[in-house]
């Protein structure tokens, strides 16, 4: 089992950018799907998460700019950034919450990290 992650890159304040996250592999379920980004010289901390029936989470500090969603069929989840801000620079990583087929319990998965920078 493993998380692809894709969709960073360079935009301006105030830009849009989506990013895109799928899982592979042996998969049975998959419930909790998320963001989380780093900034240099913090903590990794949570910015959104959704569960497998659409119940949404987001920080305070993205939300109204900020969308997450899924595609349980293609066991994707995604990422609208909009309204960008410099303080939202960091690298994006995307968690979830997997059974695969051949374990009887939920692991964590984390994808390899994308960049997201934005400066004019």
């Known amino acids: 089992v493993q998380l692809q992650a894709s969709g960073g890159g360079l935009v301006q304040p105030g830009g849009s950018l989506r990013l895109s996250c799928a899982a592979s592999g042996s998969i049975f379920s998959i419930r909790v799907m998320a963001w989380y980004r780093q900034a240099p010289g913090k903590q990794r901390e949570s910015v959104a998460s959704?569960?497998?029936?659409?119940?949404?989470n987001y920080a305070d500090s993205v939300k109204g700019r900020f969308t997450i969603s899924r595609d349980n069929a293609k066991n994707t989840v995604y990422l609208q950034m909009n309204s960008l801000k410099p303080e939202d620079t960091a690298v994006y990583y995307c968690?979830?919450?997997?059974?695969?087929?051949?374990?009887?319990?939920?692991?964590?998965?984390w994808g390899q990290g994308t960049q997201v920078t934005v400066s004019s």
């Open positions: 968690n979830a919450d997997i059974r695969p087929n051949y374990v009887s319990d939920y692991v964590g998965y």
């Open positions: 959704i569960t497998s029936s659409g119940s949404r």
